[in-house]
């Protein structure tokens, strides 16, 4: 026999028998070398789920105890699997999306199966409203994409998306734990689960022939499972609870006899003309071959019809090339021939399979007959090659948990079974900030945290990590990151600015910005739900504020050469200057400014206080300023004013001479250049020496000076740009509203 080649026992726990089956791997062939066949004393297992544990056992032990004694050797594991009663499937379609395109590698692929497991595991708690646990136990992809182009293989493409169709099917914990204990009750252990469908499909229809549309009816005692292959996959599983047992139930009825007894005759049915029986009364009784079909007819019909539309519905709505019809069930008169008409097939489509796929499989027992019963049990033996699917237990932070092994188990893997927060496995990012600027909302998102810490043994691990049986798994959630933050400043349109021409210089002026209807600076943090606004506007006022203009006491600011108000609008390139009115006029706006509060800033019509850009001399009166008496008439002789200069005060003219020169006043005016005007005259005059353009320039007429004042004094055009006007105080960029010490060195040029 070999004493180093392994055995494989499979177990067939089926609702009326239970099938052992031993053999070995021979190269492609597998060496059947022991089979044993026992039914149930008791109907202990009901449509594929185990009611009856201790019985279900002692028959397992009872099949286990016949196998050792043919081969002559103990048997310690078994392969096993669960009904397609209790079997849930679900389809989905996952993808993957990368950055940049890449070539595709193993990993990936088996990322993206994990993705899609989890995927559907999400779809079917979403159409299951239940508390039992299911695991999933199996996966089949039908189609992979690359780039949303079907493909049958992905590694080594390049691909910016990757994307697969899969089945995933899962069994409840319960039924895991029933099978589990009665095999253990047995004096056996589990090595291999797999599922009664895909044991029978693995056998019955090998993949040389998957590229077609055939569906397999696997009609046992309980269920009948159904499987569908096209394009070289499976893509579908699906179950109707009905099959043999059904049928042995209604012979029951007609016969009136138990439930063993109408299985006997249900059998001899397909060999004898008359069968021979004892009803319940103790009373002798026969029926014939055809009695019996045709009090069958009616159920025989209604399995036919379910398990056409099954495969119609697991189909896409339409019927298949070819159905293959394996398991004891099968076997009754006239099913696949109802099962044909049902799918509008010619008969020889829809067929029993047994010897016919069995050319691979050497049977050391001549005797056995070989027939459609044997399919699904020597499959579930070839699933420990095909799979090696077992039930494990790992400690999971503490707990003790159990995994589905289908070879690739991971950290990943254990997490989900333990509904481990998928978010706290991965780097979480900071509580965002969201807001609005100028009506377009912006979103910050927080600082990226850290991920989970994972170890597996004690070892530093990852999601990806591999685990096996009795493995200790300890995960340390993620930690998020640290909340967004922002200020007016950081924001890009807050760094941009509105050209404007202010007394013919033209100036960037930076963007004001409200939040919340409420002007902020730039060092304000912004909030969630803050409603941001970056004006492209300046306030007449908040330009004098800004460049510290000292406005010459009764002048007017004029923009775009039209009276303005303290409130108005400065847009982008508009154009400000300050002239001087009429003595009424002027009067006027000194006679609003007659009230000083203690720092001695005057105050308007309305009681608030001006602005440092009114810059109105304290304590003196309107005479000393323009020139004339306390009864307002003007007087002939002029104040002593600045004579150093360009610029003429409006005073040392009458008002009638100011009426004629309105033009000169305008031009002057405007040929101020923005500088700083003085409120007042001022006896404190000082001189003050700078370097432009690396010749000495004199500045004079002024107790202090900034450095637009450089303009009054060299020659230097600005109505009449050339390119862009460079100015550098002390080697680095100048303000022109900054103060000018003795020596500064400044440059001033055209930058075309």
């Given at each position: 026999?070999?004493?180093?080649?392994?055995?494989?026992?499979?177990?067939?726990?089926?609702?009326?028998?239970?099938?052992?089956?031993?053999?070995?791997?021979?190269?492609?062939?597998?060496?059947?070398?022991?089979?044993?066949?026992?039914?149930?004393?008791?109907?202990?297992?009901?449509?594929?789920?185990?009611?009856?544990?201790?019985?279900?056992?002692?028959?397992?032990?009872e099949v286990k105890e016949r196998l050792e004694k043919q081969i002559g050797s103990k048997l310690n594991k078994a392969c096993i699997?669960?009904?397609?009663?209790?079997?849930?499937?679900?389809?989905?379609?996952?993808?993957?999306?990368?950055?940049?395109?890449?070539?595709?590698?193993?990993?990936?692929?088996?990322?993206?199966?994990?993705?899609?497991?989890?995927?559907?595991?999400?779809?079917?708690?979403?159409?299951?409203?239940?508390?039992?646990?299911?695991?999933?136990?199996?996966?089949?992809?039908?189609?992979?994409?690359?780039?949303?182009?079907?493909?049958?293989?992905?590694?080594?493409?390049?691909?910016?998306?990757?994307?697969?169709?899969?089945?995933?099917?899962?069994?409840?914990?319960?039924?895991?734990?029933?099978?589990?204990?009665?095999?253990?009750?047995?004096?056996?252990?589990?090595?291999?689960?797999?599922?009664?469908?895909?044991?029978?499909?693995?056998?019955?229809?090998?993949?040389?022939?998957?590229?077609?549309?055939?569906?397999?009816?696997?009609?046992?005692?309980?269920?009948?499972?159904?499987?569908?292959?096209?394009?070289?996959?499976?893509?579908?599983?699906?179950?109707?609870?009905?099959?043999?047992?059904?049928?042995?139930?209604?012979?029951?009825?007609?016969?009136?006899?138990?439930?063993?007894?109408?299985?006997?005759?249900?059998?001899?049915?397909?060999?004898?003309?008359?069968?021979?029986?004892?009803?319940?009364?103790?009373?002798?009784?026969?029926?014939?071959?055809?009695?019996?079909?045709?009090?069958?007819?009616?159920?025989?019909?209604?399995?036919?019809?379910?398990?056409?539309?099954?495969?119609?519905?697991?189909?896409?709505?339409?019927?298949?090339?070819?159905?293959?019809?394996?398991?004891?069930?099968?076997?009754?008169?006239?099913?696949?021939?109802?099962?044909?008409?049902?799918?509008?097939?010619?008969?020889?489509?829809?067929?029993?399979?047994?010897?016919?796929?069995?050319?691979?499989?050497?049977?050391?027992?001549?005797?056995?007959?070989?027939?459609?019963?044997?399919?699904?049990?020597?499959?579930?033996?070839?699933?420990?090659?095909?799979?090696?699917?077992?039930?494990?237990?790992?400690?999971?932070?503490?707990?003790?948990?159990?995994?589905?092994?289908?070879?690739?188990?991971?950290?990943?893997?254990?997490?989900?079974?333990?509904?481990?927060?998928?978010?706290?496995?991965?780097?979480?990012?900071?509580?965002?900030?969201?807001?609005?600027?100028?009506?377009?909302?912006?979103?910050?998102?927080?600082?990226?945290?850290?991920?989970?810490?994972?170890?597996?043994?004690?070892?530093?691990?990852?999601?990806?990590?591999?685990?096996?049986?009795?493995?200790?798994?300890?995960?340390?959630?993620?930690?998020?990151?640290?909340?967004?933050?922002?200020?007016?400043?950081d924001l890009g349109e807050y760094k941009a600015f509105i050209k404007v021409n202010v007394n013919g210089i033209s100036v960037d002026?930076?963007?004001?910005?409200?939040?919340?209807?409420?002007?902020?600076?730039?060092?304000?943090?912004?909030?969630?739900?803050?409603?941001?606004?970056?004006?492209?506007?300046?306030?007449?006022?908040?330009?004098?504020?800004?460049?510290?203009?000292?406005?010459?006491?009764?002048?007017?600011?004029?923009?775009?050469?039209?009276?303005?108000?303290?409130?108005?609008?400065?847009?982008?390139?508009?154009?400000?200057?300050?002239?001087?009115?009429?003595?009424?006029?002027?009067?006027?706006?000194?006679?609003?400014?007659?009230?000083?509060?203690?720092?001695?800033?005057?105050?308007?019509?309305?009681?608030?206080?001006?602005?440092?850009?009114?810059?109105?001399?304290?304590?003196?009166?309107?005479?000393?300023?323009?020139?004339?008496?306390?009864?307002?008439?003007?007087?002939?002789?002029?104040?002593?004013?600045?004579?150093?200069?360009?610029?003429?005060?409006?005073?040392?003219?009458?008002?009638?001479?100011?009426?004629?020169?309105?033009?000169?006043?305008?031009?002057?005016?405007?040929?101020?250049?923005?500088?700083?005007?003085?409120?007042?005259?001022?006896?404190?005059?000082?001189?003050?020496?700078?370097?432009?353009?690396?010749?000495?320039?004199?500045?004079?007429?002024?107790?202090?000076?900034?450095?637009?004042?450089?303009?009054?004094?060299?020659?230097?055009?600005?109505?009449?740009?050339?390119?862009?006007?460079?100015?550098?105080?002390?080697?680095?960029?100048?303000?022109?509203?900054?103060?000018?010490?003795?020596?500064?060195?400044?440059?001033?040029?055209?930058?075309?």
């Open positions: 026999m070999g004493e180093k080649r392994q055995l494989v026992f499979g177990l067939d726990i089926g609702t009326r028998s239970i099938v052992g089956t031993v053999g070995y791997k021979s190269g492609k062939k597998f060496v059947v070398i022991a089979q044993c066949n026992k039914e149930h004393e008791t109907r202990a297992m009901l449509d594929g789920q185990i009611h009856d544990i201790g019985q279900v056992a002692a028959t397992i032990k699997a669960a009904a397609g009663r209790v079997l849930k499937t679900m389809q989905t379609h996952s993808e993957v999306k990368f950055q940049e395109d890449r070539i595709i590698q193993e990993e990936d692929v088996y990322d993206l199966h994990s993705i899609a497991i989890e995927d559907a595991y999400k779809k079917f708690l979403d159409e299951n409203n239940t508390d039992t646990r299911f695991y999933c136990v199996g996966s089949s992809v039908v189609k992979y994409y690359l780039n949303d182009f079907p493909m049958n293989s992905l590694v080594e493409h390049k691909a910016m998306t990757i994307g697969v169709d899969m089945i995933a099917t899962f069994l409840p914990d319960d039924v895991v734990n029933g099978l589990y204990r009665a095999v253990e009750l047995a004096g056996l252990e589990v090595s291999n689960v797999t599922l009664e469908p895909i044991a029978a499909i693995n056998l019955a229809i090998p993949e040389r022939f998957r590229l077609l549309n055939i569906a397999l009816v696997d009609v046992g005692a309980g269920t009948s499972d159904i499987s569908i292959t096209k394009d070289g996959s499976i893509i579908a599983f699906g179950m109707i609870p009905t099959a043999g047992d059904s049928l042995t139930e209604s012979i029951a009825h007609h016969c009136m006899v138990d439930f063993n007894t109408a299985e006997e005759i249900k059998r001899k049915g397909d060999t004898d003309d008359v069968i021979e029986y004892e009803d319940i009364m103790g009373l002798p009784m026969t029926i014939t071959k055809e009695e019996l079909a045709e009090a069958v007819h009616d159920d025989v019909d209604r399995m036919a019809t379910l398990a056409a539309d099954k495969i119609m519905e697991l189909n896409g709505g339409k019927s298949v090339g070819a159905v293959f019809v394996v398991g004891g069930g099968g076997v009754i008169p006239g099913y696949t021939k109802m099962l044909a008409e049902k799918l509008s097939l010619p008969e020889n489509r829809v067929a029993l399979r047994g010897k016919e796929v069995m050319n691979d499989i050497i049977f050391e027992n001549t005797d056995l007959e070989i027939n459609s019963l044997l399919v699904t049990p020597i499959g579930i033996a070839l699933s420990f090659y095909e799979e090696s699917n077992n039930f494990i237990f790992v400690n999971f932070n503490g707990s003790k948990i159990k995994l589905y092994d289908n070879s690739n188990l991971t950290v990943m893997d254990a997490a989900m079974q333990t509904d481990f927060p998928s978010s706290s496995l991965f780097p979480k990012s900071g509580k965002e900030l969201n807001f609005t600027v100028n009506g377009t909302i912006k979103m910050i998102r927080g600082t990226m945290g850290e991920p989970a810490v994972i170890k597996v043994n004690s070892q530093p691990a990852n999601l990806h990590t591999a685990v096996k049986e009795n493995d200790i798994i300890e995960v340390v959630e993620s930690q998020p990151g640290e909340p967004a933050h922002a200020t007016i400043g002026l930076p963007k004001f910005a409200t939040v919340n209807g409420k002007i902020q600076s730039e060092y304000y943090s912004i909030n969630d739900g803050d409603v941001i606004e970056i004006l492209d506007y300046m306030l007449v006022d908040q330009i004098v504020t800004l460049m510290e203009i000292d406005v010459v006491p009764g002048s007017v600011p004029m923009v775009n050469n039209e009276p303005a108000k303290p409130d108005t609008r400065v847009y982008e390139n508009f154009s400000v200057r300050w002239e001087l009115r009429d003595d009424s006029y002027t009067r006027m706006q000194y006679d609003n400014l007659s009230s000083d509060d203690e720092d001695g800033a005057g105050s308007d019509e309305d009681g608030d206080p001006y602005e440092s850009g009114d810059s109105y001399a304290n304590g003196d009166s309107y005479e000393e300023l323009f020139g004339e008496d306390t009864a307002g008439n003007g007087s002939d002789e002029a104040v002593d004013t600045d004579t150093s200069g360009e610029n003429a005060n409006a005073s040392d003219f009458s008002q009638e001479e100011q009426s004629d020169k309105g033009e000169e006043k305008k031009s002057s005016s405007s040929a101020s250049h923005g500088r700083r005007h003085s409120a007042s005259p001022r006896n404190n005059q000082v001189d003050c020496h700078v370097v432009v353009n690396g010749k000495v320039v004199t500045l004079s007429g002024k107790s202090s000076y900034v450095f637009v004042d450089v303009f009054d004094f060299i020659d230097f055009d600005l109505s009449h740009p050339q390119g862009t006007v460079i100015t550098t105080l002390n080697g680095r960029p100048a303000q022109y509203m900054e103060p000018l010490q003795e020596n500064s060195v400044i440059e001033v040029y055209w930058k075309k």
